[in-house]
């Protein structure tokens, strides 16, 4: 292995993650540590949409620089402004980091190579190349010599960052990048279930494991299912074995059931390559599978980034009402900057960051309304509380309007942001969202999600049962 990339690209996210947590803190104030395990997307994120906006006059290890020092400017004025990070948890959520690169590391050293036996890689190995030569973004397209890339180019534009800012080549620089982004994913669900887990009164710790763990290394029951269905009473195995094994059979037994179940369900035969091919005419790939597979694929490396909108989202709702400016800055700021990194690295997740900034200045404690000067915000809050159930529904359907007005304004300023690429820029063509598509079947979808449907709908029951009791 050569050490020396690696040492470098340690070196490189330390700098990040220090950049970032003056910013963290000014914005996670409400949430263990101040947001220590955030600093790392807090910094790259507008590292990113920097070097995206730069880049459309000129491109190269300059441009780099440039977003750099901005993004320094933003951290010494977050700290003139009083933001004190909790070094100490910075320090200790970088170690995390360390752990989540190691392991992807670990597979990467093991079989590094970049084929085009693995999906995409070729592709995204050029489409790096492309962009290090780049002079003006968007770069020349590899495959259609002297035409502009017609492709979503927000991770492969990163992973060459990384690689120039440390002086990596990048048949390195690319299977560091899938490091790097997998040890972001690593820390970011770590601060996630520590924060939601610290909210009810249990431990950080524990909280951070749990979610580093379940998110970063777990994944679909489907593995789980397909390994008991041996042992599952004949009743419903028939059921079972349709649901879980269908499709595999379909696409690579010639409908060979037996043969595939036979195939599948033991544990010293099986392979990952078939755990995402479960519900019929798709692919589920939980973020372990696509980290592991080793494409640049935007729907793989947008995981960190969608925790990370998750993480703003819930700091908006810890935020309290009277911290009016910090709420815009995390809805507005932090979750409008996610949204519009989505729109170049990865669009179908640009409306994930909408809808979590309705959820939560829909939830949120705050009314919505009180994101508006006084004057305005009075207007628009009910002037007595409910009386009863339709006063109640009335004022709630309220805050959801409210709330969805927000979660556009998110939309657009996402919209903004990618606007060289959405808008101005050369979109590659697609098919849309079909308005009623093929419905999937239920069974085969609980096999991937059964479990997280469970676990959901228990802690609802649970949690919302005795608060449709306190309802007026």
């Known amino acids: 292995m050569q050490w020396l990339p690696v040492l470098a690209y340690l070196a490189l996210v330390a700098a990040f993650t220090a950049l970032g947590a003056p910013i963290a803190a000014g914005l996670f104030r409400h949430l263990p540590r101040k947001g220590a395990a955030f600093a790392l997307p807090t910094a790259l994120v507008p590292f990113a949409i920097l070097i995206f906006w730069i880049g459309q006059l000129t491109f190269g290890l300059h441009t780099l620089v440039l977003g750099l020092g901005i993004v320094l400017a933003g951290s010494v004025l977050a700290w003139r402004r009083g933001a004190r990070p909790d070094w100490p948890a910075v320090a200790a959520m970088y170690g995390v980091f360390v752990v989540g690169f190691g392991i992807m590391l670990a597979f990467r050293a093991a079989d590094p190579a970049i084929t085009a036996a693995a999906g995409e890689q070729f592709l995204h190995f050029a489409l790096v190349n492309t962009l290090e030569r780049a ?13 502009p890339l017609r492709y979503y180019y927000g991770t ?12 990596t080549a990048m048949r390195y620089g690319f299977n560091l990048g899938i490091a790097t982004f997998y040890g972001m994913l690593f820390v970011v669900a770590a601060g996630v279930g520590g924060a939601l887990v610290s909210r009810r009164g249990g431990s950080v710790r524990v909280g951070g494991v749990a979610g580093a763990f379940f998110v970063a290394l ?4 489907t593995t789980a299912v397909r390994l008991a269905t041996p042992y599952l009473p004949d009743s419903i195995r028939g059921i079972v074995e349709q649901a879980a094994f269908g499709f595999v059979a379909q696409r690579f037994e010639g409908g060979d059931l037996a043969a595939t179940v036979a195939n599948l369900s033991k544990p010293l035969d099986w392979g990952w390559w078939y755990t995402r091919y479960v519900v019929p005419g798709t692919i589920q790939e939980v973020p372990l599978y696509s980290f592991v597979k080793a494409d640049l694929h935007g729907h793989t490396f947008a995981n960190p980034y969608v925790l990370f909108a998750g993480a703003l989202a819930l700091a908006y709702y810890a935020t309290p009402a009277a911290e009016r400016k910090r709420r815009l800055a995390l ?3 932090g979750l409008g900057a996610v949204a519009g990194l989505f729109g170049f690295m990865n669009t179908w997740s640009l409306p994930t960051a909408a809808g979590l900034a309705a959820l939560a200045v829909g939830a949120a404690d705050a009314h919505p309304a009180t994101l508006l000067r006084d004057s305005l915000a009075d207007r628009l809050q009910p002037a007595s509380d409910p009386e009863n159930r339709a006063d109640w529904l009335a004022h709630e359907l309220w805050r959801v309007a409210l709330a969805a007005v927000a979660a556009g304004i998110v939309l657009a300023i996402g919209v903004a942001i990618a606007s060289p690429f959405l808008i101005f820029g ?6 849309g969202i079909g308005f009623l598509p093929p419905r999937s079947p239920l069974p085969a979808f609980l096999v991937m999600y059964g479990g997280l449907v469970t676990a959901f709908a228990a802690y609802v029951v649970a949690r919302g049962w005795p608060a449709v009791d306190d309802l007026p």
Do not use: Y
């Open 331 to 333: 809805l507005f700021g």
């Open 218 to 221: 777990g994944g679909a029951a």
């Open 426 to 431: 050369h979109v590659p063509s697609n098919e």
């Open 156 to 167: 492969q534009l990163q992973v060459a960052s990384l690689a120039m800012l440390t002086g």
């Open 135 to 147: 002079e003006q973004l968007p770069p020349e397209d590899v495959w259609f010599a002297g035409k």
